[in-house]
């Protein structure tokens, strides 16, 4: 099984803000690897697939980059719809799909 | 618009069973492969299982297999999840998921709104 690290388990940052969010892969997963956002009570939302390339409709401040074990997903100028928890996932093992913990990205 | 709609969740004794139900529209279900992730309260997602467009092929999670039953029927755009011999750890919101296509792979790109089971005493 490819163990997905995220780190930090919880980021606080100013609105306006940059904010990087990072995660690791236990073994390589080529630039199989997407992102997901989820809002208290609803269902995860597709932001970012292949490691970079946006879903339909994300706002392009949005950003992913990384291939390979090391991945990152920066929000260029965060937007208080932003604050949410994020999480990346790997689908080069399919069909064993894993998931990180998650980042809690919140206001500070 | 693609819409996923699951239904069938509720509170369940441990050892009982419950079938949960996908209603899928908006696009042609039967070209899909399509997953069940769950979430338990408070926690992240763990993928499920998952079914290939002619339902030919079924991938399970361990903790789930010879447990739960994966299953579609393209005439009715529904998927299915049939959950016996349930534990307390499988108390969580189960959300249908499409996959991306071979020739765009990009993990899920449509989600439900999600259905929970709660399984205790």
């Known amino acids: 099984e490819i163990v997905m690290t995220q780190s930090p388990a919880t980021l606080s940052v100013s609105p306006g803000e940059r904010a990087t969010l990072s995660c690791r892969a236990s073994?390589?997963?080529?630039?199989?690897l997407a992102w997901y956002q989820q809002k208290p009570g609803q269902a995860p939302r597709l932001l970012i697939y292949?490691?970079?390339t946006r879903a339909t409709g994300i706002p392009a401040r949005f950003s992913g980059s990384g291939s390979g074990t090391e991945f990152t997903l920066t929000i260029s100028s965060l937007q208080s719809e932003d604050f949410a928890v994020y999480y990346c996932?790997?689908?080069?093992?399919?069909?064993?799909?894993?998931f990180g913990q998650g980042t809690k990205l919140e206001i500070k | 618009e693609v819409q996923l709609v699951e239904s069938g969740g509720g509170l369940v004794q441990p050892g009982g069973s419950l079938r949960l139900s996908c209603a899928a529209s908006?696009?042609?279900?039967?070209?899909?492969?399509m997953s069940w992730v769950r979430q338990a309260p408070g926690k992240g997602l763990e993928w499920v299982a998952n079914?290939?467009?002619?339902?030919?092929?079924?991938y399970y999670v361990d903790s789930v297999k010879g447990r739960f039953t994966i299953s579609r029927d393209n005439a009715k755009n529904s998927l299915y999840l049939q959950m016996n011999s349930l534990r307390a750890e499988d108390t969580a919101v189960y959300y249908c998921?499409?996959?991306?296509?071979?020739?765009?792979?990009?993990?899920?790109?449509?989600w439900g709104q999600g259905t929970l089971v709660t399984v205790s005493s």
């Open positions: 998921a499409r996959e991306g296509t071979v020739v765009t792979p990009t993990g899920f790109d449509y």
């Open positions: 908006g696009f042609t279900f039967s070209s899909y492969w």
């Open positions: 079914i290939k467009q002619d339902g030919s092929e079924k």
């Open positions: 073994q390589s997963v080529s630039s199989n």
């Open positions: 292949g490691a970079s």
């Open positions: 996932q790997q689908y080069n093992n399919w069909p064993q799909y894993t």
